[in-house]
């Protein structure tokens, strides 16, 4: 089903002019009431919106940073009067302060839109019940799918994360169809209802939407297997709206359509900032074309992926980014080497006998880099000859040597969020 396809089966042209008018308005917004910006865009020879006259001009348009946000804290960079925002979210704010967004009544509205699309996407349709594992408050997973699934006329069960044995015994009770959660959070409930011996047969577990977290095929793999269910993507960062900027569709599963007419997608070179041609991979960025309290330009994400163009087999004309294959900021590098936790996360399902759930520690005892993977065996196998195997393999896929230590299944810490793979104990010593 298309929740919307009028706006997500535009022709490419048509869409590019909706989201120069678009952009148009933004960049009105930003003149008008954002100062720090407004200041940037004039530098750039930007003193009104005409001056943009395609969006082939929009590299020459400033790029908003992180940093920029946490600089103007709380409120700097909102575009509307602090009286005028109906809702607050923040991100956690490992480091430093957390980011704090805001939404107009109207921001509201077209997340709720894009939400409803983004559940459209995965094969959801009204009247299911939808088991909202996210977690509610200043994080905007729960409350991003709870509006979008009330949107579509769903059955919303709004159980926040955490309380594991409570999810399980709702989950069944409650006859939730749809799992909303963190793909670490799902392997977490899969095993725990496991244990309790509730198999698949008493459930109703069709579709898992998951996202916050960088994931990949493999551990596509095992929740589907665990679970009964179809997984699927989704992605989004508050600072654009919260979970809504893309998902992938339930007929392909191939790439996160991005909702264009809300986002405008560009991938870069995170160098030279200079654009990627589609299926090369660079950083994401996004400019938002609604936005009334924090308008966005050119948002640099920190995500890696590409852009895909091709015609999708369920209709939509929107291009589809590439699963995030890391954030720049979570790359390591281990004696000059860059690693993503994600590429250890591909490398280790694909060894079998190993269950998903893993941890990197690297540590500098000496003058070098040392990297520990701890991991899981799923069942009882010969825990030398699978820690030798995964040794192999990791080394002959990143070039680099590391300890695997195998624990025994419960070993390595549960996420009831967001997992952590990565200590990095190199700066504390
Ligand atoms: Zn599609």
Redesign the pocket.
Known sequence: MLWNRQRETLPRERLAALQLERLHATLARQLASVAPIAERLRAAGVSSPEDVASLDDLTRLPFTRKTDLREHYPFGLFAVPREQVVRIHASSGTRGKPTVVGYTRNDLEVWSEVMARTLA?AGVEPGMVVHNAYGYGLFTGGLGFHMGAERMGCTVVPISGGMTERQVLMLEDLGGQVLCCTPSYALNLAQTLAERGVGRDRLKLRVGMFGAEPWTDAMRDALERQLGIQALNVYGLSEIVGPGVSA??V??R??A?VQEDHFLVEVIDPQSGQPCAPGVEGELVFTTLTKEALPMLRYRTGDLSSIDLAP?????T?A?MARIRGRIDDMLIIRGVNLYPSEVERVLLSVGDVAPHYQLVVERPGAMDELTVLCESVSSVDLEDLQQRAELALQAATGLSMLVKVLAPGGVPRSEGKAVRVIDRRGLV
């Open positions: 996407l992938e569709c007929e392909e191939r790439g359509h999708c087999a369920c209709g939509r929107t589809r």
